[in-house]
C-alpha cells in the first residue's frame, strides 16, 4: 500500500473544507419584512361594530394606511430569499387591508396575495363592495421584484 504524506494529507483536507464552505455559501437565505396579522387575530374584528381605535389594540399599528383619503389600514409583509451573491429576490407578499367608513367604522376586512404577479383575493369579510383605495392596492402588490429588500435596513 502507498501511503500518502502529510502534506498530501492536508491540501486534501483543505479542498474539501473549501468545497464545503462554497456550497454553504449556496444555500438559500430567507428574510421576512412587515407584519400580517394571523386568521386568529383577524377574526377578532367585527365587520360594522370595531373601529380604527379597537382595530389597533386588537391587531395592532398598521404598515401604512390610506395615503390620499385616510380610508384604511394596510398591513404588509413580503418573504425574499437569496442564494449566494446573487440580489434578493421578493417570493411572497401579503396585504391585508382594512376599509373604514367615513364614521370611522370597520367595513371591509381584506387578504390579498400573488400568483404569477396577479393579485389575488386570499380571503374577505365585507358588508359594502370591494376596497375603494384600489390603486393603492394594485401599486403595492404590483411592485413585485421591484422593491429592494435592502432599504427595510435588514
Known amino acids: 500500500m502507498r501511503r500518502i504524506s502529510r502534506a498530501s494529507l492536508r491540501a486534501i ?3 474539501i473544507l473549501v ?12 428574510s421576512n419584512h412587515g407584519y400580517v396579522p394571523s386568521e ?17 389594540e386588537k391587531v395592532g399599528v398598521p ?3 390610506g395615503v390620499l383619503t385616510n380610508s384604511g389600514y394596510y398591513y404588509v409583509r413580503m418573504r425574499t430569499r437569496a442564494i449566494g451573491p446573487m440580489a434578493p429576490k421578493e ?3 401579503q396585504v391585508v387591508a382594512i376599509s373604514f367608513s367615513e364614521q ?27 376596497v375603494n383605495n384600489n390603486s393603492f392596492l394594485r401599486q ?7 422593491l429592494n429588500p435592502s432599504a427595510f435596513g435588514g
Open 19 to 30: 468545497a464545503g464552505l462554497g456550497l454553504a455559501g449556496c444555500a438559500p437565505q430567507y
Open 40 to 56: 386568529e387575530e383577524l377574526a377578532q374584528i367585527e365587520v360594522g361594530n370595531d373601529n380604527r381605535e379597537t382595530v389597533a
Open 13 to 15: 483536507q483543505a479542498s
Open 140 to 146: 403595492l402588490l404590483g411592485s413585485i421584484g421591484r
Open 63 to 65: 404598515a401604512s394606511s
Open 104 to 130: 370611522g367604522i370597520v367595513e371591509n376586512v381584506e387578504r390579498f396575495g400573488l400568483e404569477q404577479g396577479q393579485v389575488v383575493h386570499l380571503s374577505r369579510r365585507v358588508t359594502t363592495s370591494s
Open 91 to 93: 417570493i411572497d407578499r
